[in-house]
């Protein structure tokens, strides 16, 4: 079905929401039936809720996908679930605080540490998930995979506490904010559409000069995700080039050094094998 | 609304969306092959659905548009560009019809025709034209086809009640599970604007339930895509032809081309050269690149043989005659015989790249980040050799093109043993890269 069926025109949409009413239509429960079937759907739900679900939708038809569609250049999945998701998400709807330790690489469960749990994030990228805290024990903002984590619980906190703590959050990514500005090379300009795809996923600011006929995105990051715009800088080669961010632009020159060496060090081994 | 109207305001909101306030007015609509009047009706209607979705405060309102679209990272997984598929327009009364009718089937209630008539009706001021049962028959045909009410028990006459079991037989911490489940699965699989609209809704009711706590949204996802969105406006109708075996029609822009849409104009005095082409194909297999967040369409045609279209430039698609199953099959499997081996959507001459990637130096016991990215983002290439410094990775691809960006992006850990025409080109790269950032 297509999805700009006038029901989910935004007029009706807002009425509904006026009236309290709670539409759903085929269209969204074939998907739901679809989703279903992943693996995952086992440890989003009890036992008990999911076969209600599936109960629910029995009359509908899945979505049918058949092979028809299909990824390239994905990661492999890792994990859409984790267990501890489930916990962790209602600790942070009720502003609970958490007693965590995590297993070290011997088998052994690490110190415990106590603190905020702010998000879940999940790593497109990595394709797992990852908990966004603040550190009582450690006075910090730290991520930390689920799968590091081998034990937690929930402790109260008080509201004085959480809203402290949350301050502190806001002012500690406020801290990390980075800046850098990144060129397109005016002969690539053909390929800007491809160039500006690869960095949606960031927040950015483009400007276009129309004298030059140049653009320039400015991208905004937390400091710790720099590693990851030098990765789709080198991505994308010769087709940009950061001209505002000095550590940006020393870990590149660094790369393209050390990379050079690396070619020239060892001589081309090709050569037997093509002849 | 118009089916053309909606291309375009697709290809407005990306380049809005991907350009974010790059242009000026002018500039913005010479590109998009529209009129300046037109960039401003197309903005102006926009801006007004998305006030009234996303319930800004009126001080906001008032923002430049793409101030609302510069996604605040680490606020919410809210997906802006989901209004799009809301902006449909609909008369004003033909919404105001459907919502009472909603709403009157609420609270449980089975109602027949003839009461739906009757509460339609009572609620209207005497300027507003009544409908008739006529009129009433076909919105419930409508709301029963879509799926939003189903017809109870009984004879007739036929009584009606909203199809809402999953929120009613759901207690609220079950619902609370779903509206993790849907948003997860929304935001990490694909298709997801269906995945999208549903946990819109689900969401206001769980806020509707529980008044004092708002539903916190608990999830962020991150490098994510999000106008990956805009093109699965086309994917019930690509599917659908491809299911049915039929050819396509469309209006086709290149990425490349300066202009990304063209006006369909009725009076002829105003009509002007396309740069768009009119193309014919037969679809087989839609891909999705994780690498950059977009969509291709794979095609054949008689003359042309496999062509690929990016479903960023398609425009004015309709379904055209449909093909015998024998041949529909023979080229679908030599299609797939083709991208077997495309990193991509290459369908050029298989070569074997060979690559030697080398581990981080640092204690043994930290994680081998290299390696780990190597084995989740590398694809059917495979280890070939191991030393306590180094593997080598091997793998069989068509052409080096798309795997290039990929292995470069590792940087100084990898370096291209074969075949030699990549490994001279990277060596070039490297160099050329290093000319920007030199003298420092």
């Given at each position: 079905m297509n999805p700009f069926e006038k029901i989910f025109n935004y007029r009706v949409t807002s009425r509904m929401e006026d009236t309290g009413v709670f539409l759903s239509t085929s269209h969204e429960r074939s998907w739901l039936k679809l989703m279903l079937g992943h693996p995952s759907a086992a440890a989003a739900f009890s036992g008990v809720t999911l076969e209600k679900l599936q109960t629910l939708l029995a009359q509908e038809a899945p979505l049918n996908l058949a092979g028809d569609l299909i990824h390239k250049g994905s990661t492999q999945?890792?994990?859409?679930?984790?267990?501890l998701v489930r916990v962790l998400r209602r600790s942070i709807q009720n502003h609970q605080g958490i007693q965590v330790s995590m297993g070290l690489n011997n088998g052994q469960p690490g110190p415990e540490q106590s603190g905020l749990p702010y998000r879940l994030e999940y790593s497109m990228v990595k394709r797992e998930w990852y908990l966004l805290w603040y550190s009582w024990t450690r006075r910090d903002f730290m991520s930390i995979r689920?799968?590091?984590?081998?034990a937690v619980c929930e402790i109260p906190a008080s509201p004085e506490l959480v809203r402290t703590t949350q301050a502190e959050i806001q002012r500690i990514l406020e801290s990390r904010r980075q800046c850098a500005v990144i060129e397109?090379?005016?002969?690539y300009n053909k390929e800007l559409s491809r160039i500006l795809y690869a960095f949606s996923c960031f927040e950015k600011e483009v400007r276009y000069d129309e004298e030059k006929d140049s653009y320039s995105i400015s991208l905004t990051y937390l400091g710790n995700e720099g590693e990851y715009v030098l990765s789709k800088m080198r991505f994308l080669g010769k087709r940009v080039k950061i001209v505002e961010g000095s550590w940006l632009k020393k870990r590149m020159r660094e790369s393209a050094l050390k990379a050079l060496a690396l070619y020239q060090a060892?001589?081309?081994?090709?050569q037997s094998s093509q002849e | 609304m118009a089916k053309e109207s909606f291309d375009k305001e697709i290809q407005f909101l990306r380049m809005l969306v991907l350009t974010?306030?790059?242009?000026?007015r002018q500039q913005f609509a010479e590109r998009l092959g529209i009129s300046v009047h037109t960039f401003d009706k197309t903005l102006k209607k926009l801006k007004e659905v998305a006030n009234t979705l996303l319930e800004q405060p009126p001080e906001a309102?008032?923002?430049?548009?793409t101030d609302a679209f510069?996604?605040?990272?680490?606020?919410?997984?809210?997906?802006?560009?989901?209004f799009l598929f809301q902006a449909k327009s609909l008369k004003e009364t033909e919404s105001l019809r459907i919502s009472r009718i909603l709403a009157a089937l609420s609270d449980n209630q089975e109602l027949t025709m003839k009461d739906l008539l009757d509460i339609c009706c009572s609620g209207?001021?005497?300027?507003s034209a009544f409908p008739d049962e006529k009129t009433i028959r076909s919105d419930l045909k409508y709301l029963e086809e879509v799926g939003a009410v189903v017809k109870g028990a009984g004879p007739r006459p036929y009584r009606y009640r909203l199809n809402n079991d999953l929120v009613r037989q759901l207690s609220r911490e079950e619902l609370l599970d779903l509206f993790d489940f849907v948003d997860i699965m929304a935001n990490t699989?694909?298709?997801s604007v269906q995945g999208y609209l549903l946990r819109d809704s689900l969401k206001k009711e769980l806020v509707r339930q529980d008044?004092?706590?708002?539903?916190?949204?608990?999830f962020l996802y991150k490098y994510?895509?999000?106008?990956?969105?805009?093109?699965?406006?086309?994917l019930s109708v690509l599917l659908s032809a491809i299911r049915g075996r039929r050819k396509i029609q469309f209006l086709y822009f290149s990425?490349?081309?300066?202009?990304s849409y063209a006006s369909q104009n009725t009076n002829p005095l105003f009509e002007r050269e396309s740069s768009g082409r009119t193309e014919t194909a037969l679809p087989l297999k839609i891909v999705y690149d994780h690498q950059y967040g977009r969509w291709y369409l794979l095609t054949h045609s008689k003359h042309q043989g496999i062509r690929k279209y990016r479903?960023?430039?398609?425009?004015?698609i309709e379904e055209g005659e449909a093909v015998s199953g024998e041949l529909f099959l023979a080229e679908k499997s030599a299609l797939e015989q083709k991208i077997s081996?495309?990193?991509?959507?290459d369908t050029g001459r298989p070569v074997t790249v060979r690559a030697k990637f080398l581990n981080p130096?640092?204690?043994?016991?930290?994680?081998n980040f290299v390696k780990e990215r190597v084995l989740l983002?590398?694809?059917?290439?495979?280890?070939?050799e191991e030393a306590p410094h180094f593997f080598i990775y091997e793998i069989t691809v068509n052409g080096t093109t798309e795997i290039k960006p990929w292995l470069r992006s590792f940087g100084s850990s990898c370096e291209v043993l074969a075949p030699r025409q990549l490994r001279e080109e990277l060596m070039a790269e490297w160099k050329e890269i290093l000319d920007y950032y030199e003298p420092f």
């Open positions: 999945e890792v994990q859409v679930y984790h267990p689920l799968q590091k984590i081998a397109i090379l005016p002969g060892s001589p081309d081994q090709t | 974010s306030g790059a242009y000026s309102q008032g923002q430049v548009f510069r996604s605040n990272y680490y606020e919410s997984a809210d997906p802006l560009l989901l209207l001021d005497l300027d699989q694909l298709p008044e004092k706590k708002q539903a916190i949204e608990p994510h895509y999000y106008s990956r969105i805009l093109d699965e406006a086309h990425p490349k081309a300066s202009t479903l960023e430039g398609m425009m004015q081996t495309s990193w991509l959507i130096q640092r204690s043994s016991t930290t994680r983002q590398g694809q059917w290439g495979t280890i070939t």
